[in-house]
T-cell receptor, first 112, second 117 residues
Framework: DGGITQSPKYLFRKEGQNVTLSCEQN?????MYWYRQDPGQGLRLIYY???????QKGDIAEGYSVSREKKESFPLTVTSAQKNPTAFYLC???????????FGPGTRLTVT | RKEVEQDPGPFNVPEGATVAFNCTYS??????FFWYRQDCRKEPKLLMS???SGNEDGRFTAQLNRASQYISLLIRDSKLSDSATYLC??????????????????FGRGTQLTVWP
């Protein structure tokens, strides 16, 4: 059953803590992405990776970090430097940059 | 100017109606075009790609107008289950000395559709 998984579905953290969101894909896609979506807003690109061991900042990378050590995995760390971390985080993958993307079910992060 | 712009709506239509959404994009060299559907509190899902000649998938028709830099989505015979937010997606090319390569995708903010009985 091919697809993208994200865990957990809901995550609650106290302010000042770093938190890591998981994203795994078994679609054999080279490219992976992290987006953030706030209520009533569009998707905003945080980071993306075209190949293993390489990634680029998106439009709102400040306060976030990523790694791409394996093709299947692209975890996102929300650091304490991110000023408004509460949001819906979506991971996606595609066969290459510019091709259709497939999304995971998302993680809702609440920081209080 | 934003890379991709959509009318946010909302569009409220009765079952059986025909509804059309338009989307404009800023990069004349864009090569990839898609429509996604996003249900409330869910992830976006690919609805259809948009090809130069236009394409149809059941009740859904997508068209591309390169001269005016817009794409459209037509939904015929609307169903209650069509209620969702529809996202217009366009790529931005990377320009290189030897030509261009497909660049990242940009998502519009979405057009909200509600179909009522």
């Amino acid at each position: 059953d091919g697809g993208i998984t994200q865990s957990p579905k809901y995550l609650f953290r106290k302010e000042g803590q770093n938190v890591t969101l998981s994203c795994e894909q078994n679609l054999n896609h080279d490219a992976m992405y992290w987006y953030r979506q706030d209520p009533g807003q569009g998707l905003r690109l945080i980071y993306y990776s075209q190949i293993v061991n390489d990634f680029q900042k998106g439009d709102i990378a400040e306060g976030y970090s990523v790694s791409r050590e394996k093709k299947e995995s692209f975890p996102l760390t929300v650091t304490s430097a991110q000023k408004n971390p509460t949001a819906f985080y979506l991971c996606a993958s595609s066969s290459g940059l510019g091709y259709e993307q497939y999304f995971g079910p998302g993680t809702r992060l609440t920081v209080t | 100017r934003k890379e991709v712009e959509q009318d946010p709506g909302p569009f409220n239509v009765p079952e059986g109606a025909t509804v059309a959404f338009n989307c404009t994009y800023s990069n004349s060299a864009s090569q990839s075009f898609f429509w996604y559907r996003q249900d409330c509190r869910k992830e976006p899902k690919l609805l259809m790609s948009v090809y130069s000649s236009g394409n149809e998938d059941g009740r859904f028709t997508a068209q591309l107008n390169r001269a005016s830099q817009y794409i459209s989505l037509l939904i015929r015979d609307s169903k209650l289950s069509d209620s969702a937010t529809y996202l217009c997606v366009v790529n931005l090319n990377n320009w290189l000395a030897e030509g261009s390569t497909l660049g990242r995708l940009y998502f519009g903010r979405g057009t909200q559709l509600t179909v009522w009985p």
